[in-house]
């Protein structure tokens, strides 16, 4: 099992108080404690994901140049996620959302 970097996120530390874990293939994974939340990057070779989770409520957005969108959920000043109105250019290097999924777990 692969060892994961453990780091207090202090950015903005008014907004959001958490901690973060980095694992060596490039996930990232950030829990909040007041108010809680998580936040959760995954760069898949193909499509990349990003989970938030809010209580019982759940976003994923799957696309490419996703570390973006997770870094702005985790300091808890989200802008609307909002699926790309445009075609993927890999060039860009700009976030773009594929698709976004919203869950409610009972």
């Known amino acids: 099992m692969p060892h994961a970097a453990v780091k207090p996120f202090t950015h903005n530390s008014s907004r959001a108080q958490g901690r973060e874990s980095i694992r060596r293939n490039g996930e990232r994974h950030y829990i ?62 700009r976030p773009c959302i594929q698709t976004i999924e919203y869950r409610v777990r009972l």
């Open 32 to 93: 909040n404690h007041a108010p809680h939340f998580s936040v959760h990057y995954y760069p898949q070779k193909a499509l990349q994901e990003v989970w938030y989770r809010e209580w019982d409520n759940e976003i994923i957005a799957y696309g490419f140049h996703l570390l973006a969108v997770y870094e702005n959920l985790k300091a808890n000043t989200p802008d609307i996620l909002a699926e790309s109105g445009t075609p993927y250019d890999p060039a860009s290097g």
